[in-house]
């Protein structure tokens, strides 16, 4: 079976650039977006297409994709992004996947 | 303003039924699919159901499949989840999300606020 994997958790200081990655066979041959939810809400769509921001999504927030890996880097990390994070993808022959979710720590 | 809410949430024995509703306001409703994704206490985001804009097409995830049925009402802005045969691994937070599905492509957004499956004896 077709799995993503992501990090279970990313610690990072203020002021420093995070990478979460999310990997999977030929990833990049597939659109991915990353959600961000903080504890007790609901996701929220921050990047789609790889790299394209949400609407209201600060420009600090990137993505990319290529080969296996798929990448959310904020850069300028503030204590306001800590949350988890998803990746997903729509694989062909598999259908709509998440990865585990990746715990972003800032201190 | 773009809103889903979900309801019908609740305890239910194993083995019993649940039917989940989502209302859609804010958007032209039949102009997109939508999906149920559960999220089980302390762990990460499961993709349940699709329904394409009209319910004529109809997609799930292996765990679910023969057990849950997704459907539509357009006139009403509604979406459903029909949950039959639940097992205490169907113990969840289900949300309703909008799916900006294009082409092969897919993500979603918004989600709503989630409603509470708790499958228990």
């Known amino acids: 079976s077709y799995d993503l994997t992501q990090p279970p958790s990313v610690s990072v200081s203020p002021g420093q650039t995070a990478n979460i990655t999310c990997s999977g066979d030929?990833?990049?041959?597939?659109?991915v977006c990353w959600y961000q939810q903080r504890p007790g809400q609901s996701p929220i769509l921050f990047i789609f297409?790889?790299?394209k921001r949400a609407s209201g999504v600060p420009e600090r927030f990137s993505g990319s994709n290529s080969g296996n890996t798929a990448t959310l880097t904020i850069s300028g990390t503030q204590t306001m992004d800590e949350a988890d994070y998803y990746c997903?993808?729509?694989?062909?022959?598999?259908?709509?996947?998440f990865g585990g979710g990746t715990k972003l720590t800032v201190l | 303003e773009v809103q889903l809410v979900e309801s019908g949430g609740s305890v239910v024995r194993p083995g019993g039924s649940l039917k989940l509703s989502c209302a859609a306001s804010?958007?032209?409703?039949?102009?997109?699919?939508m999906s149920w994704v559960r999220q089980a206490p302390g762990k990460g985001l499961e993709w349940v159901s699709g329904?394409?804009?009209?319910?004529?097409?109809?997609d799930y995830a292996d765990s679910v499949k023969g057990r849950f049925t997704i459907s539509r009402d357009n006139a009403k802005k509604s979406l459903f989840l029909q949950m039959d045969s639940l097992t205490v691994e169907d113990t969840a937070m289900y949300y309703c999300?909008?799916?900006?599905?294009?082409?092969?492509?897919?993500?979603?957004?918004?989600w709503g606020q989630g409603t509470l499956v708790t499958v228990s004896s």
């Open positions: 804010g958007f032209i409703f039949d102009d997109y699919d």
């Open positions: 030929k990833l990049g041959d597939e659109y």
């Open positions: 999300a909008r799916d900006a599905a294009a082409g092969t492509d897919n993500w979603f957004d918004p």
């Open positions: 329904s394409n804009w009209n319910g004529a097409k109809t």
């Open positions: 997903q993808a729509r694989v062909s022959r598999t259908g709509v996947l």
């Open positions: 297409q790889d790299n």
